[in-house]
């Protein structure tokens, strides 16, 4: 089964499922990204937030080592978090050693948190990463036009990602649109909308249409748009159920049907986020 793969704005290509980390931590996060990589898995997602960044480097070194894949063909995503927006340099050095990587495929401002005014400084140097061996894509996490309007014209750089919340019924498509004119590609947490829009009358008769799950029917519907996903899950089976999504193939009466659904943002904004300084969790 192989996962489609898109060319970032810089050239490095990013496979468009990959599997999400957060609330994995322990044996259980180097368990499950283990079995993620031996399904088919390339691309896998992380950041020092989840406390996983050990875990999910051994698990991925484990799995070289064991000829399962090459360093090579994994897509390693991190992030660095609000706390250490002004050293993001050593912040980036500290995720690198935890994963215990040569270098890492991407590397992302968490959230803009605009309450403190740094995530310019961020961006730029983390931009000044790029070019010396252990980094090579630079993006950002939760950022919306205006705050992207900032970085660009401010850095002179274009981050190649932006991973956003955005699921069946809360497809943003204004900032999705903001992406396809300055070529950033949108990726999404929280893609299967925590299962709350399975039951719908919508995705439950495009499901049952093609033989396939909720989970995949949504899967396909974002990828279909263009956008990366990063479901999360503990569970071998939907690990496989999630990587089926890649062999579904809507039609335009399916899309029409999923657009339809209505919807919002289940977790926090990224425009208030997180409120107070030091304070403050989320869902990616």
């Known amino acids: 089964m192989r ?18 980390t957060y609330k994995l931590t322990g044996p259980d996060a180097q368990r499950v990204v283990r079995a993620a990589i031996e399904l088919g898995y390339r691309h896998i997602d992380t950041a020092s937030l989840y406390g996983n960044e050990v875990e999910v480097g051994k698990a991925i070194n484990d799995a ?28 980036y050095q ?12 991407l590397y992302l401002v968490h959230w803009p948190w605009p309450q403190r005014g740094l995530y310019v400084r961020a961006f730029e140097e983390i931009t000044q990463l ?11 996490a939760n950022f919306y036009e205006s705050i ?42 929280m893609p299967l909308a925590r299962g709350q829009n399975f039951e719908s009358s919508e995705i439950a008769g495009v499901a049952e ?9 949504v899967l396909a519907y974002l990828m279909e748009m263009g956008c990366s996903v990063i479901p999360k899950t503990a569970s071998f ?13 809507l039609d335009d009466e ?31």
């Open 148 to 189: 992207l309007d900032e970085v660009i014209s401010k850095t002179g750089v274009i981050p190649a990602l932006n991973q956003v919340e955005l699921h069946a019924g809360f497809t943003q498509p204004e900032l999705r649109s903001y992406h396809r004119e300055k070529n950033i590609l949108t990726e999404a947490w």
């Open 237 to 249: 089976e939907r690990l496989k159920e999630n990587l089926g999504a890649v062999e579904l193939s």
């Open 130 to 140: 790029q070019g010396m061996g252990q980094l090579q894509s630079v993006g950002v």
């Open 254 to 284: 399916d899309v029409r049907t999923l657009d339809s659904l209505g919807g919002g943002r289940l977790s926090g904004d990224p425009l208030e986020f997180p409120g107070v300084v030091g304070q403050g969790e989320t869902s990616s």
């Open 209 to 217: 249409k093609h033989g396939a799950t909720p989970a995949q029917v």
């Open 94 to 105: 500290e995720s690198l050693k935890r994963l215990n990587l040569d270098f890492i495929d």
């Open 3 to 20: 996962i489609p793969v898109t060319t970032l704005n810089d050239g490095y290509d990013l496979p468009l499922l990959g599997l999400g």
């Open 64 to 91: 070289i080592a064991a000829g399962d894949v090459t360093r090579e063909e994994l897509f390693v995503t991190t992030k660095l978090w609000n706390d250490d927006q002004h050293r993001a340099s050593e912040a």
